[in-house]
Structure formats: structure tokens, C-alpha cells
């Protein structure tokens, strides 16, 4: 256990369906961030909060419309998703963003897996 | 070509032997840190090493860092079959000796340690 939890571990979901990740750190971290792993490529990073403010979006589809309503709690929702969209999807978090290195060590949850048809 | 990249992509290995992975970047780093991934699970931290640094040990595992190479090297003595998971290398990109505040994974090495 990393203290960092995502739910729900598995998803299925149509194209027209919204859905929500949500992801939780008991750990009294400030920054959190959503990354999708996809077979073969590297994981790449979606978005990035510190203390509750988005500071990086890398260009994602606006299908992807995260919410950090504090620093404990993000959640990802999902709209009119692509196949090309299933994939884990990874959230971490660390004590700081952009802090000095021992505070971005990120931990990570156990991810979930969506699969899109 | 991206920031991050793990050599080997694949490595089998028998417990007892040593395992190198071996990580290139290509930007200006603040700090690099290896991280394990088990089977689609995810991703626990394994040590990070800053970029004044030049070697770093953790119990099995010892880590180098040659920032004028922009490379860096994992090494895991004494394997064991527990030890099978995929290893990733992440940047921490700076500028002026500030971090970004956030990490640039590679690809990966998968290690298979055979009992």
C-alpha cells in the first residue's frame, strides 16, 4: 500500500458514456497527477495539480476534464471517450511540485484500467 | 526521441546474477529517480539520485548518474525472482537549477529473473 487509492480498478464504458476516476492520498501530499500508461509507449503525463491548482495540462483531449476539489482528492472525468483512449490511467501524488527533489518523489495508486469500446 | 530511454528494453537474467539497466536523457535534469512496476499495477519509487550526485545505494540496488553522458545506470545485485517486474527511469527537467515539478518516464526495462 502506497497511500494513494484509485477507483474503480477496472472500467468499461461505451463511447457516449461519461464516467469518473477518482483517486485518494493519505498521505498530506499538495500535488497530485493523472498519467495514462498505454501498451508500449511510455507513460505519459495528463495533468498536474499543486495545492488543489492545475499547473500542467500536456495537451490533453478535452474528452479528459480533471477535478481537484482538494489537495487529498482527483478525479478524472471521462466523455464521448475513443478506443485509443483505453489505457491504466495512473494517479500519483508527492509532497510538492516544482519543490526540492526529496519532496517529488511521487507515489503511485494502483491505477485503473479503462477499456473503451 | 523522447527523454528517458531504457536499455534494455528486455533482460532476462538467473537469481544470483546481477542486472544493469541503463537510462539516456536528453535535457537539463534536477534530479532522476528509478521506479518498479509489477504487472500492470503501479509504480513504487526505488531511489532518487540529484543531479550533484554521481552514485547512490539502496540496500540491493546502487544507482550512478553522469550528467556531461546525460545517463544514468540501475544496477540490482544479488537478484531474485521477486525482483521480475519493469524498471523506469523519470527525469525531473529544470532550468537554472529549478525543477519543472514534474517527471518524464522512459519506456522501461523489462527484468525477468529466473529461479
Known amino acids: 500500500e502506497t497511500g494513494v487509492t484509485q477507483t474503480p480498478r477496472h472500467l468499461v464504458m461505451g463511447m457516449t458514456n461519461k464516467k469518473s476516476l477518482k483517486c485518494e492520498q493519505h498521505?498530506?501530499?499538495?500535488?497530485m497527477y493523472w498519467y495514462k500508461q498505454s501498451a508500449k509507449k511510455p507513460l505519459e503525463l495528463m495533468f498536474v495539480y499543486n495545492f488543489k491548482e492545475q499547473t500542467e495540462n500536456n495537451s490533453v483531449p478535452s474528452r479528459f476534464s480533471p477535478e481537484c476539489p482538494n489537495s487529498s482528492h482527483l478525479f478524472l472525468h471521462l466523455h464521448t471517450l475513443q478506443p485509443e483512449d483505453s489505457a491504466l490511467y495512473l494517479c500519483?501524488?508527492?509532497?510538492?511540485?516544482?519543490?526540492?527533489?526529496?519532496?517529488?518523489?511521487?507515489?503511485f495508486g494502483p491505477g485503473t484500467r479503462l477499456l473503451v469500446l | 526521441s523522447q527523454q528517458g530511454e531504457e536499455d534494455p528494453q528486455a533482460l532476462s537474467i538467473q537469481e544470483g546474477e546481477n542486472a544493469t539497466m541503463n537510462c539516456s536523457y536528453k535535457?537539463?535534469?534536477?534530479?532522476l529517480q528509478w521506479y518498479r512496476q509489477n504487472s500492470g499495477r503501479g509504480l513504487v519509487h526505488l531511489i532518487l539520485?540529484?543531479?550533484?550526485?554521481r552514485e547512490k545505494h539502496s540496500g540491493r540496488l546502487r544507482v550512478t548518474l553522469d550528467t556531461s553522458k546525460k545517463s544514468s545506470s540501475l544496477l540490482i545485485t544479488a537478484s531474485r525472482a521477486a525482483d521480475t517486474a519493469s524498471y523506469f527511469c523519470?527525469?525531473?527537467?529544470?532550468?537554472?537549477?529549478?525543477?519543472?515539478?514534474?517527471?518524464?518516464f522512459g519506456q522501461g526495462t523489462i527484468l525477468t529473473v529466473h529461479p
Open positions: 500519483a501524488s508527492s509532497l510538492l511540485a516544482g519543490g526540492p527533489p526529496s519532496q517529488e518523489t511521487q507515489y
Open positions: 539520485i540529484r543531479s550533484n550526485e
Open positions: 498521505l498530506g501530499h499538495n500535488a
Open positions: 523519470a527525469t525531473a527537467e529544470s532550468s537554472g537549477g529549478t525543477s519543472y515539478g514534474k517527471l518524464t
Open positions: 535535457t537539463s535534469i534536477n534530479n
